[in-house]
Structures are given as structure tokens and as C-alpha cells.
């Protein structure tokens, strides 16, 4: 294996922070949770424009229609994804909402299990109970402290389940794919959905005060390119165990900074089972080597 020029543990460590901060960004937007979306896939694409038309035009060639169509659907998907996913954090806390969007390799092993077959283990299950637990624990721990509470878990569920039917759908193309066409193929996808959707929702694309055109850009810089490309940089220095497990911190990393930017403070159903989603994840994806290599090709 090549040496990496600078331990890649470093970069590890900056992708988690990155992605803990896209639920901090959001929370900061005082724009609706289409618009945020919108803006963070456009200037995502505006950023990669350059280097993909440079670079890459020419592997579009390569794409069937089945192709084109799955990269299209799991452009939609995910465009829902972060519709439902920014909503919920204007309901339930940063760490509630993180934790259970945290569940995509439990929806992932659901998808791979009906669509490709994977083999079920006594281990997986036992990892897949306790991480419905803890997000048992967390709902009903948010239902008791609010209805809105309750409806932001929920928002958060469906949005795991829709970005973990993106990767189900692009697991095949990127076979063929680089990770830049691929991804600027569904990002562009994406961005044209969330288009449509805040023109049927009758939302303002404008103006906005300085500081939300300032989030959405970090939106697209910080979690999206810096978090995702780090990653997938790592993954070809080190075991992709790691990288699958770094991210697990990532609902930590964004509690952390809740707690010192909104002063939200877990009560202790969150904090309990939010360790217990975590502990049960941990344990899923360590057993599911396959599920893990799928996630890392399709960051």
C-alpha cells in the first residue's frame, strides 16, 4: 500500500468535524429547509463545475439509459433526503436528529438484504435491536418532551431511509463512474429537484441576509467537499473499518457543538440512547465488511 505524505488519521479526524458541522450550518440558515438544500447542492455544483468539465465530460459517454435513470433517482432521493433532514432540525435537537440519521447502514442492510440478497447473521440482528432501541429511546424521550420533538425524530427516520435508498441506487453506476462524475451527475440531479420543489412550495430564492448566503456556501465547502473528499481519500491508506467507524462520531461531534453554539443540552433518554444507537452501529459495522465497503464507495 502507498505511503500517505501526511498521516491520514489527520484527515480522518477533519472530515469528522466537517460533517459534524452541516446540522450546526443549518440550525445558523434562517432560510427554509428547501432553500438551504438548494443552495448548498448549487454552489456544491458550481464549485466542482470547473475541474469536472476539465476533466471528466468525457466518461459521460460511458452511461446507458439504466444508468442515467438509477443516477437520476438517487439524485431525487437525496434531494428529499436533505429536505426532510433540514426540516426535522427545526423540531427536535441536533443530537436527536443526528443519532437517528446515523441509522443508514441499519436502512442499508434492509435494501441489500431485499435487493441483493445479503446474508443475514444472528450478530446483525443483535446489532440492528440495539440500535432500535436506543432510537425507541430517543423518540420516546422527545415524544414526552414535545409533539414537535417527536415529528423532527420522525423527519430525521424518512431521511435516512432516503439517503440510504441514494446509495442503493448508485451502488451499480459508480462501478463505472469516477467519484467526481458520479457525483456531479447526482448533484445536479439533486439541485434541479430542489429547484422544482421551492417553486411548487412558493419559496423565496432571495435575497437573504449575508450570513445565511455565508452558511449555505460552508454548506457546500465544509461537510460536502472537505468531509466526503477526506474520506475518500483515507479509504486508500487505511482499513475501511476506520473510516466506517469515524463517522460514527459524527452525531458526537455535532452534539458537542450544540451544546456550545445553542446551549442545547441532552436530557438523558437522548444521551442514553444515543449511545446506544452508536454502540449498536459500532457493532453492525464491524460484522457487515460489505455494507461497509458499499458506504465508502458511495460517500
Known amino acids: 500500500m502507498e505511503k ?3 498521516n491520514p488519521y489527520i484527515p480522518i479526524f477533519i472530515g469528522v468535524i466537517s460533517v459534524s458541522l ?10 427554509e429547509a428547501g432553500i438551504i438544500a438548494f443552495y448548498r447542492m448549487l454552489f456544491s455544483v458550481l464549485i466542482m463545475a470547473p475541474l469536472f468539465f476539465w476533466k471528466y465530460t468525457k466518461e459521460l459517454r460511458q452511461l446507458s439509459k439504466r444508468d442515467w435513470l438509477f443516477s437520476s433517482i438517487a439524485g431525487i432521493f437525496l434531494a428529499f433526503h436533505f429536505i426532510l433532514w433540514f426540516e426535522s432540525l427545526n423540531y427536535t435537537s441536533v443530537a436527536s436528529s443526528t443519532v437517528l440519521v446515523t441509522l443508514q447502514p441499519l436502512f442499508a442492510f434492509v435494501g441489500t438484504y431485499f435487493f441483493f440478497k445479503e446474508k443475514i447473521t444472528m450478530k446483525t440482528i443483535f ?3 440495539i440500535a432500535i432501541i436506543g432510537s425507541v429511546l430517543i423518540s420516546w424521550g422527545d415524544f414526552k418532551l414535545s409533539g414537535a420533538a417527536f415529528y423532527g425524530d420522525i423527519l430525521a427516520l424518512i431521511a435516512c431511509a432516503l439517503v440510504t435508498a441514494y446509495l442503493l441506487f448508485g451502488q451499480d453506476v459508480r462501478k463505472r463512474l469516477s467519484l ?7 448533484y445536479v440531479v439533486s439541485t434541479i429537484t430542489l429547484f422544482v ?3 411548487i412550495k412558493g419559496e423565496s430564492f432571495g435575497p437573504y ?8 456556501i460552508l454548506l457546500a465547502i465544509v461537510p460536502n467537499l ?14 475501511t ?8 462520531f459524527e452525531p458526537i461531534g455535532a452534539a458537542i457543538l450544540a451544546l456550545l453554539i445553542f446551549k442545547e443540552y441532552l436530557i438523558v433518554t437522548q444521551l442514553i440512547g444515543g449511545l446506544i444507537v452508536i454502540m449498536g452501529i459500532l457493532l453492525f459495522v464491524i460484522d457487515e465488511k460489505k455494507i461497509l465497503k458499499f458506504f465508502s464507495k458511495n460517500a
Open 4 to 6: 500517505p505524505k501526511i
Open 22 to 31: 452541516s446540522a450546526i450550518f443549518v440550525k445558523l440558515a434562517n432560510a
Open 127 to 129: 446489532a440492528g435491536a
Open 180 to 186: 467526481v462524475t458520479y457525483t456531479m451527475l447526482v
Open 197 to 199: 420543489y421551492v417553486l
Open 209 to 216: 441576509p449575508t450570513m445565511d448566503w455565508v452558511w449555505f
Open 226 to 239: 472537505f468531509g466526503h473528499t477526506l474520506f475518500n481519500w483515507a479509504i486508500k491508506y487505511v482499513s
Open 241 to 248: 473499518n476506520v473510516v466506517s467507524i469515524a463517522i460514527l
